[in-house]
């Protein structure tokens, strides 16, 4: 059981928007930046927000973060077939003294 | 170019040993909080432990699963960061990740590394 939960599955067709949700508590979200990735079998985990809503250089505008008290959101507009992955929110909590992860949401693009 | 370089993973038995490398180039390495992440094959992601930079005290914090039989250090002389795991059980299968993992900055990820526990 993941600390932080996440949906285990969303999709989307082709050019539309989707937003996946992540939910903490107080001790993480609450104190903490949120982090997101992006994850293709076999493959490294990439993030594509840091800082609740912050990108990396090189990812696109199509991705964006939130965070409004202990939830955060990824929002993925203009779906592309390249999109379908795993995303999994990360986050540091204060109360276990450990970084914790998402379930992840796996990403299909219909 | 930020390159970060897992080594060091295969085959080992219940309670068998293995050390893990990740060799850094492109960042201040020794200015980076190190972290060690893991993943087992299908599932998701499982935070190991960290390592301080030496200026912000150098000292290592680790899950409670691994706690007790990993152990995090550094070469900031050879840009390395080592995971020592001791006493190792067949739920420490995993791909082991690398990262200079940060909230609040752009960071990056080794490719990883399988370790295999199974007799």
């Known amino acids: 059981q993941s600390v932080l939960t996440q949906s285990p599955s969303a999709s989307g067709a082709p050019g539309q928007s989707v937003t996946i949700s992540c939910s903490g508590s107080s001790s993480n979200f609450g104190r903490n930046a949120v982090i997101w990735y992006q994850q293709f079998p076999g493959t490294a985990p990439k993030h594509l927000i840091y800082s609740n809503d912050r990108r990396p250089s090189g990812v696109p505008d199509r991705f964006s973060g939130s965070k409004s008290g202990t939830s955060a959101s990824l929002a993925i507009s203009g779906l592309q077939s390249e999109d379908e992955a795993d995303y999994y929110c990360?986050?540091?909590?204060?109360?276990?003294?450990?970084?914790?992860f998402g379930g992840g949401t796996k990403l299909t693009v219909l | 170019e930020v390159r970060l370089v897992e080594s060091g993973g295969g085959l080992v038995k219940p309670g068998g040993s293995l050390r893990l490398s990740c060799e850094v180039s492109?960042?201040?390495?020794?200015?980076?909080?190190m972290t060690w992440v893991r993943q087992t094959p299908g599932k998701g992601l499982e935070w190991v432990g960290r390592i301080k930079s030496r200026i912000d005290g150098g000292t290592t914090e680790y899950a409670a699963p691994v706690k007790g039989r990993f152990s995090i250090s550094r070469d900031d002389s050879k840009n390395i960061l080592y995971l020592q795991m001791n006493s190792l059980k067949t739920e420490d299968t995993a791909v082991y990740f690398c990262?200079?993992?940060?909230?609040?900055?752009?960071?990056?990820w080794g490719q990883g590394t399988l370790v295999t526990v199974s007799s």
């Open positions: 990360a986050a540091w909590d204060d109360s276990l003294n450990a970084w914790v």
């Open positions: 492109g960042l201040t390495f020794s200015n980076a909080w």
């Open positions: 990262s200079n993992l940060s909230p609040n900055w752009p960071h990056f």
